[in-house]
């Protein structure tokens, strides 16, 4: 069984539409986190949340706001979308915040037209 | 700036071949160095990971070799084989925190 579960595996958006990418991970795991992966861009960390709250914000824009309503679940919500946020979106996690193992889901690929 | 390199960016071995991947970092304060496999449409994999406080690790057929000195690192898979054809990124954090990931080596094993 899928240990941690992102979805929807594809999506496609329009410039200006606003996206949830959803995560659930059954791992027993106190942190979360999101990365992205595009074609310009090495794996590029975004988020790290532990029980909930947020650790770290390497994300420039306020467009990308997570969004934790359980300690298992950290949603990504994508607002005004643009072309460039087009990538593969995705959710890793940890024993705890400043455990060394992080863990990665199979992503979501988001196209933004 | 980028902090994690990799090289080579793509790397073609014959099966039954060792292949070497290498890595080099910048910053001093990272201690962690994971190497995530990667197939296409699936996320990053843990393969294996260091600590700078060791200069070798194996498991299985996977190899690191770690030089805190110079700041780099290598990957050896032994005995590769098709199967381990898929992309491979080093990776380097400080304190267990975000990971910092080089742009990838991507490994074909011919038959």
């Known amino acids: 069984d899928p240990k941690i579960i992102q979805k929807p595996k594809y999506l496609v958006a329009v410039t200006g539409s606003e996206k949830i990418l959803i995560c659930e991970q059954y791992?027993?795991?106190?942190?979360m986190y999101w990365y992205r992966q595009s074609a310009k861009k090495p794996l590029e960390f975004m988020f790290s949340y532990s029980y909930q709250k947020l650790m770290d914000n390497q994300t420039a824009s306020s467009r990308f706001q997570p969004q934790s309503s359980k300690k298992n679940h950290l949603d990504l919500q994508i607002t005004a979308l643009k072309p460039d946020d087009s990538a593969t979106y995705f959710c890793a996690s940890s024993q705890d915040w400043g455990s060394y193992e992080q863990y990665f889901g199979p992503g979501t690929r988001l196209t933004v037209l | 700036q980028q902090q994690v390199r990799q090289s080579p960016q793509s790397l073609t071995v014959w099966e039954g071949e060792t292949a070497i991947l290498n890595c080099s970092y910048e910053?001093?304060?990272?201690?962690?160095f994971p190497w995530y496999q990667q197939f296409p449409g699936e996320g990053p994999a843990l393969l294996i990971a260091?600590?700078?406080?060791?200069d070798k690790k194996e498991d299985g057929g996977f190899t690191i070799f770690f030089n805190k000195r110079e700041k780099n690192l290598s990957l050896h898979i032994k005995d590769s084989q098709p199967g381990d054809s898929a992309t491979y990124f080093c990776?380097?954090?400080?304190?267990?925190?975000?990971?910092?990931f080089g742009t990838g080596t991507t490994v074909s094993v011919s038959p």
């Open positions: 791992l027993g795991h106190n942190a």
């Open positions: 910053n001093s304060a990272f201690d962690y």
């Open positions: 990776a380097a954090s400080g304190g267990g925190r975000a990971l910092i």
């Open positions: 260091i600590r700078s406080v060791s």
